[in-house]
Nanobody, 120 residues
Framework: QVQLVESGGGLVQAGGSLRLSCAAS????????MGWFRQAPGKEREFVTA????????NYAASVKGRFTISRDNAKNTVYLQMNSLKPEDTAVYYC?????????????WGQGTQVTVSS
């Protein structure tokens, strides 16, 4: 069992930055690919980014590529999402997720989400 707890959300002006963190419980963190999703009001949850077990491979949605950076610290059981040049359309609840194993193995665990609001 893995529990994921997100933090770092908040209100920021357009063009600003936020750093989200996701702390994972359990000893299997380093054996799971991790990622972030988001869900805006009235929209479906969408993929944002993912990172491989050792951080060597990352994937990004086209809408955030070049602005967002995912990273992980396996010693701290934590994955991060650095968000720069934020836009109002980035407003959403951001969810941390853990895959069963390496990238492509399927999402198995989800956090409760943290709200990010970008004002224009």
């Amino acid at each position: 069992q893995v529990q994921l707890v997100e933090s770092g959300g908040g209100l920021v002006q357009a063009g600003g930055s936020l750093r989200l963190s996701c702390a994972a419980s359990g000893r299997s963190f380093s054996s799971r690919a991790m990622g972030w999703f988001r869900q805006a009001p009235g929209k479906e949850r969408e993929f944002v980014t993912a990172i491989s077990l050792n951080g060597g491979v990352t994937n990004y949605a086209a809408s955030v590529k070049g602005r967002f950076t995912i990273s992980r610290d396996n010693a701290k059981n934590t994955v991060y999402l650095q968000m720069n040049s934020l836009k109002p359309e980035d407003t959403a609840v951001y969810y941390c997720a853990a895959q069963r194993r390496e990238l492509g193995s399927g999402w198995e665990y989800w956090g409760q989400g943290t709200q990010v609001t970008v004002s224009s």
